[in-house]
């Protein structure tokens, strides 16, 4: 029975006493600094727990289930794990402890799987859009605060270490606190972009280069007006935190400036990979990344932690990120300070449950080790398929960790997902469901294999483009478009397929793919089905850097140049990553010869590009190849992203062997480490 108040003197029952009447009689819980402290006692025939505030006293009920072996894979029963004992026996014990974290949390899970996990803890505010803190009006009377961007004041973006920004947002929050003084903390990271000013500001840089952006870190600038803000907040309310994003091209450590004590960086490691774990140096810049964790740690009291807790712009592909997260976690405590587990997430526990556990789990103690937490998860979760669903992840993991492929989306997973890769993971999962002895057991199985599933259908697409077989790609495409959003629909209670309340229908993973690669399978179906396709995709060509942009004045571009010295490459496999241009942000040229049979005549000819990451200038023979956009204007080169493009080549080719040449050049930062050419290349004929 629950009872409010004590039991009665004549209670024969264990009595189990909670919160207010456990600290009366056993005196207040050891103070945790952000009042989170908990107590745990047995005793007397009678169990007592209690905590420092009513969440801190959820602590204690959620920390003695976990003694009990009681366990939270994903939301819903379906990720629920309890014991079946005829007598449940408590030791002895008084035990105080509190979370080693100020904060834990995920993004997208259900409040109960949250609070069953003891997610929680005063958070650290650290989003993008603080340009909005500064006054519109500020901007019209004192003009001189606007950002210089291409030699123009911006009519939104302003000087960082002007002192004006920094008192207008310090009168923010003190305004703020005024009105909600217990508000734990405000971020004074700015809009989300790489745009900076580029007059006064760049005065205020410490010249440290960041190679994986190609660009003068801008954390230096950024601590000026940090530190101002702080030191203006911190006088009055000295316990409100100021977080501040490590992240773009200010997620180096500064160099120069010192960090205010109330300050505390959130680390987003956007650029870097998602794969890897930390310590693999084939990773090309797994070695800047550890010396920043380092470089954090010890610039300030407390950090944050937002890691990615997904593949980006991909979540469809499975992603256990067992020996990343396994490896990256631990070390952020020992060397990066971490205070704050605020990854960001999906709702994606399909792909990525292990991951959402291990960090929550870690995040209470990281004493815990890894690997016991994982094994634990695959003998709890999957009961008699614990060794063939143990055996798949392991295979998927590996897949990811150890294929030397450090690109984002799924640009690189024809060079990752082999047909060997993909047949050996399904015959785990089949082995996996002939294992399973009981309708729950068969449920957790069928939704790693619906998801590995989906992955199929995924890697048949980037296939079949890449193959040639291109009549029913856009069918195909919405079929697996419309299988998302059932599987989204389906699984909505365990928060997987990346189904969120602000998507609708469509799920992020059905927008991730209708951005990055519907339109070209699209396309490519309108080449094969209305239009006549010469020969197959153009997939291997040569190809060489020109990063001081001289290969056109060169002659590279002409039909009888000599390129036999050049490398080669597969574009339908390998991203700029995958031919050690991972950090390049410059151009490449890409030359490959084509026997073509002469066109009927009237008939018109067209280069088709499938999709390019960033400026793509084309020549057939040697002659430049304008493009033709939209609007019917004629330019210079085409510049996408992850689009299709075709080119009037009729006037430039010839029968028999034609030569053609493209100038590629990344022109932006999109964290994928593509570049150039991304997809097959065609020749085509109007119907």
């Known amino acids: 029975d629950i009872v409010a108040g004590s039991p009665p003197a004549d209670e024969r029952r264990t009595a189990i006493v909670i919160g207010e009447l456990a600290t009366d009689t056993l005196g207040e819980p050891a103070k945790h600094r952000t009042g989170q402290g908990l107590r745990i006692v047995a005793k007397d025939g009678r169990l007592f727990l209690t905590g420092e505030s009513d969440l801190a006293t959820s602590y204690a009920i959620y920390t003695l289930l976990d003694q009990l072996g009681c ?16 007598t449940i026996t408590i030791p002895a014990q008084d035990r105080a402890t509190a979370p080693a974290t100020l904060h834990r949390a995920i993004w997208y899970c259900d409040n109960d799987y949250a609070r069953r996990n003891r997610a929680g803890g005063p958070d650290l505010a650290a989003g993008h859009a603080l340009e909005n803190t500064v006054p519109k009006a500020l901007r019209e009377t004192h003009p001189e605060i606007r950002a210089q961007i291409g030699g123009k004041p911006h009519p939104h973006l302003v000087k960082w270490t002007h002192p004006l920004v920094a008192k207008a947002v310090a009168d923010s929050i003190l305004e703020r606190l005024a009105k909600e003084p217990r508000t734990p903390s405000f971020s004074l990271s700015p809009d989300d972009g790489a745009v900076w000013d580029e007059s006064d500001d760049t005065k205020y840089d410490a010249g440290d280069f960041d190679p994986a952006i190609q660009a003068v870190s801008k954390t230096d600038r950024l601590m000026v007006f940090a530190n101002r803000v702080a030191e203006q907040v911190a006088p009055r309310y000295p316990n409100v935190k100021l977080g501040i994003l490590a992240y773009a091209d200010y997620t180096r450590p500064p160099v120069r400036e010192k960090l205010h004590p109330s300050i505390v960086p959130q680390f ?9 774990p930390m310590s693999d140096d084939r990773e090309p810049n797994n070695s800047a990344i550890r010396k920043m964790v380092t470089g954090w740690g010890q610039a300030a009291p407390a950090t944050s932690y937002y890691f990615y807790a997904f593949y980006l712009a991909e979540v469809s592909s499975p992603n256990p990120m067992i ?12 060397q990066g300070n971490c205070q704050y587990w605020q990854p960001e997430t ?11 556990y291990l960090g929550l789990r870690m995040a209470w103690d990281p004493q815990q080790q890894p690997t016991a937490i994982i094994d634990e998860l695959h003998r709890n979760f999957y009961g008699a398929a614990a060794q063939p669903m143990a055996g798949y992840w392991d295979h998927v993991d590996r897949t990811w960790v150890e294929t030397p492929e450090f690109a984002g989306c799924g640009f690189g997973h024809l060079r990752r997902w082999t047909p060997e890769k993909l047949a050996a993971g399904r015959k785990l999962l089949d082995e996996a469901t002939s294992a399973c002895r009981t309708d729950l057991e068969r449920q957790r199985v069928q939704l790693a294999d619906d998801s590995f599933a989906l992955f199929e259908q995924f890697m048949q697409l980037r296939r079949n483009l890449a193959d040639g077989r291109w009549q029913s790609l856009a069918t195909d495409a919405a079929r697996y478009v419309d299988r998302a959003k059932e599987l989204g629909q389906q699984y909505q209670p365990q928060f997987a397929f990346a189904r969120m309340a602000w998507t609708g229908e469509r799920t992020v993973n059905v927008r991730y793919f209708e951005a990055f690669y519907k339109k070209t399978y699209d396309d490519a179906a309108r080449v094969m089905n209305d239009a006549v396709r010469l020969g197959e995709p153009l997939r291997h060509w040569r190809y060489q850097k020109d990063e001081p942009k001289q290969g056109e004045s060169a002659g590279w571009s002409r039909a009888e140049f000599d390129d036999s010295a050049w490398k080669t490459t597969d574009c339908a496999i390998d991203t700029w990553s995958a031919l050690g241009l991972h950090n390049y942000m410059g151009s490449v040229w890409y030359r490959t010869s084509v026997k073509i049979a002469a066109p009927a005549t009237g008939k018109r000819c067209h280069l088709w590009l499938g999709a390019t990451d960033g400026r793509a200038k084309v020549f057939v023979n040697g002659q430049h190849i304008p493009w033709k956009n939209d609007k019917g204007e004629t330019v210079d080169s085409f510049t996408g992203f992850c689009q299709p493009a075709s080119f009037d080549i009729t006037n430039a080719l010839k029968p028999g062997e034609n030569q053609i040449s493209l100038f590629c050049t990344r022109e932006f930062i999109n964290e994928l480490g593509t570049g150039g050419l991304i997809a097959p290349v065609a020749i085509y004929v109007n119907r």
């Not at 366990?71 to 005829?86: D, F, H, I, K, T």
């Not at 020996?323 to 020992?334: Q, S, T, V």
């Not at 709702?347 to 959402?356: D, K």
């Open 346 to 356: 999906m709702s994606n526990f399909e792909t990525s449950m292990h991951a959402l």
């Open 71 to 86: 366990r939270w894979y994903m939301p819903s029963s379906l990720g629920e794990v309890l014991p079946s004992l005829a």
């Open 268 to 276: 987003a490691p956007i650029t870097f990979s998602r794969a890897q």
């Open 323 to 334: 020996r990343k997260w396994g490896h990256d976690i631990p070390f952020i405590y020992a």
